[in-house]
T-cell receptor, first 115, second 114 residues
């Protein structure tokens, strides 16, 4: 089984400031890692994912994340945020094989970007 | 890009009635679809895995007789909440697995049971 912990439930930040949303996971097997964004009353949009290869993953809208196996972390970063980045962000993991796609989500982090 | 559509986006029903939510993959065939539930201000929880042509696999604690899942074709999975009660009010989201592993989420369906 897997579990995901998002260390911050809310992150307020000013526009054009950098931001980091923290995510730690626990699993007895190798996992794949994802970050999704959710706007109010909408579904999920994939920001980026780590399947294999380079541990630094670049996603859409200027976001990136780094997979750190030793620390079991997958923190999301953006060097300069915009008002439009205000949303809820979810970190998720999935095992591989036939279980791929069954996502375990963290509790979510609400990012609020202030002008 | 691939699109997954859910219908209805919002539904309000009376306690005791049944509600069906559809999840369609519009431009690809999805052999596997997943159903999640999201309570207000909470995260998403996997309810079940739906495979075309076979019975759904439910996660522990999810009542399979209450949440009926049917995956009758490669582009359609349905979730029926039977005899809905106020505690079933939630945001239900589906995802579809495409090919080697891309996952696409629907827009979600908000169910309110009065």
């Amino acid at each position: 089984a897997q579990s995901v912990t998002q260390l911050d439930s809310q992150v307020p930040v000013f526009e054009e400031a950098p931001v980091e949303l923290r995510c730690n996971y626990s699993s007895s097997v190798s996992v794949y890692l994802f970050w999704y964004v959710q706007y109010p009353n909408q579904g999920l949009q994939l920001l980026l994912k780590y399947l294999s290869g380079s541990t630094l993953v670049k996603g859409i809208n200027g976001f990136e994340a780094e997979f750190n196996k030793s620390q079991t972390s997958f923190h999301l970063r953006k060097p300069s945020v915009h008002i439009s980045d205000t949303a809820e962000y979810f970190c998720a993991v999935s095992a591989g094989g036939t279980s791929y796609g069954k996502l375990t989500f963290g509790q979510g982090t609400i990012l609020t970007v202030h002008p | 890009g691939a699109v997954v559509s859910q219908h209805p986006s919002r539904v309000i029903c009376k306690s005791g009635t049944s509600v069906k939510i559809e999840c369609r993959s519009l431009d690809f065939q999805a052999t596997t679809m997943f159903w999640y539930r999201q309570f207000p201000k909470q995260s998403l929880m996997l309810m079940a895995t739906s495979n075309e042509g076979s019975k759904a696999t439910y996660e522990q604690g999810v009542e399979k007789d209450k949440f009926l899942i049917n995956h009758a074709s490669l582009t359609l999975s349905t979730l029926t909440v039977t005899s809905a009660h106020p505690e079933d009010s939630s945001f239900y989201i589906c995802s579809a697995k495409y090919g080697g592993g891309e996952l696409f989420f629907g827009e979600g369906s908000r169910l309110t049971v009065l």
